[in-house]
Antibody, heavy 121, light 108 residues
Framework: EVHLVESGGGLVQPGGSLRLSCSAS????????MNWVRQAPGKGLEWISF?????????YYADSVKGRFTISRDNAKNSLYLQMESLRDEDTALYYC?????????????WGQGTLVTVSS | EIVLTQSPGTLSLSPGERATLSCRAS???????LAWFQQKPGQAPRLLIY???IRATGIPDRISGSGSGTDFSLTISRLEPEDFAVYYC?????????FGQGTKVEIK
């Protein structure tokens, strides 16, 4: 069974940094693309980042986080990361990691339960 | 950027009734790479439909997707109590991979 567990969320001041992690199990992690999607309190879903399978050499970002967030993966640890810098109030959200359907797929087939990031002074 | 507009915002129906949700794209969705997700309160989204009409694993056949180009729909033929939730469409054929704003299906 596919299992994704996010961690690393918390309260951070505007301008601060945070690193989110997503621990994966139940599938061959290196064979799947991965994503981060966030949801502000009471709002809809916003895709923010994608990383390719295997080496993770290809990354994409939403304009709202480009230049501030960095996605990465460690296949040996079955883990996905999101390094967040220069955080703003509007980055407050529940952050989900999502597993791609396959090695080249852009479809998000499975989701974790999310980790909450609160940006506030 | 493809903007996805879902309608209606809220659908008030009774169990057993048919629900039809719409997702309209501002430009054609390549290869019909359009997905539907269900989200219940306090839960993560769940994939229901991909490539506009293919049911994901474990999704009952009372849930179906259709459409192409810019107009897509999700139909639940007979609402069960577990179907009352928020539904999102998303295109995943290009960048950025935008979501619609969601349709809430509530019990009437």
């Amino acid at each position: 069974e596919v299992h994704l567990v996010e961690s690393g969320g918390g309260l951070v001041q505007p301008g601060g940094s945070l690193r989110l992690s997503c621990s994966a199990s139940g599938f061959s992690f290196s064979d799947h693309t991965m994503n981060w999607v966030r949801q502000a309190p009471g709002k809809g879903l916003e895709w923010i980042s994608f990383i390719s399978s295997s080496s993770g050499s290809t990354q994409y970002y939403a304009d709202s986080v480009k230049g501030r967030f960095t996605i990465s993966r460690d296949n040996a640890k079955n883990s996905l990361y999101l390094q967040m810098e220069s955080l703003r109030d509007e980055d407050t959200a529940l952050y989900y990691c999502g597993r791609g359907y396959g090695s080249g797929s852009w479809l998000i087939a499975n989701w974790g339960q999310g980790t909450l990031v609160t940006v506030s002074s | 950027e493809i903007v996805l507009t879902q309608s209606p915002g809220t659908l008030s129906l009774s169990p057993g009734e048919r629900a039809t949700l719409s997702c309209r794209a501002s430009q054609s969705v390549s290869d019909n790479y359009l997905a539907w997700f269900q989200q219940k309160p306090g839960q993560a989204p769940r994939l229901l439909i991909y490539e506009a009409s293919i049911r994901a694993t474990g999704i009952p056949d009372r849930i179906s997707g259709s459409g192409s180009g810019t107009d897509f729909s999700l139909t639940i033929s007979r609402l069960e109590p577990e179907d009352f939730a928020v539904y999102y469409c998303q295109h995943y054929g290009g960048l950025p991979r935008t979501f619609g704003q969601g349709t809430k299906v509530e019990i009437k």
